[in-house]
Nanobody
């Protein structure tokens, strides 16, 4: 099962975007879930994860600006991104945490202009 992210777009620095990742079945409910991103020319990196119990952790560079949440009834994981910076420009993906290689979807492009 591939996890498909949506909600990306082009935004000016300081703006906000809300990403979502929906999947069929009980994958979200049963797993720790995370958002990852890959910036141009860089390796994919973890951005934020949320445990099955609802505890969240964030990469230092996004702490205080991004919020991860989950809706188990809707099998959806969200990433609210505020005060976006040009360095947040990347393709964003959702997956389990730790990730499952077979679950990578196409991601959603986030572009932040200065």
């Amino acid at each position: 099962v591939q996890l498909q992210a949506s909600g990306g777009g082009l935004v000016q620095a300081g703006g906000s975007l809300s990403l979502s990742c929906s999947v069929s079945g009980s994958i979200v409910r049963a797993n720790n879930m995370a958002w990852y991103r890959r910036a141009p020319g860089k390796r994919r990196e973890w951005v934020a994860f949320i445990t099955s119990g609802g505890s969240a952790e964030y990469r230092g560079s996004v702490k205080g600006r991004f919020t991860i949440s989950r809706d188990n009834d809707r099998n959806t994981v969200y990433l609210q991104m505020n005060n976006l910076k040009p360095e947040d420009t990347a393709v964003y993906y959702c997956n389990r945490y730790p990730y499952e290689p077979a679950m990578w979807g196409q991601g959603t492009q986030v572009t932040v202009s200065s």
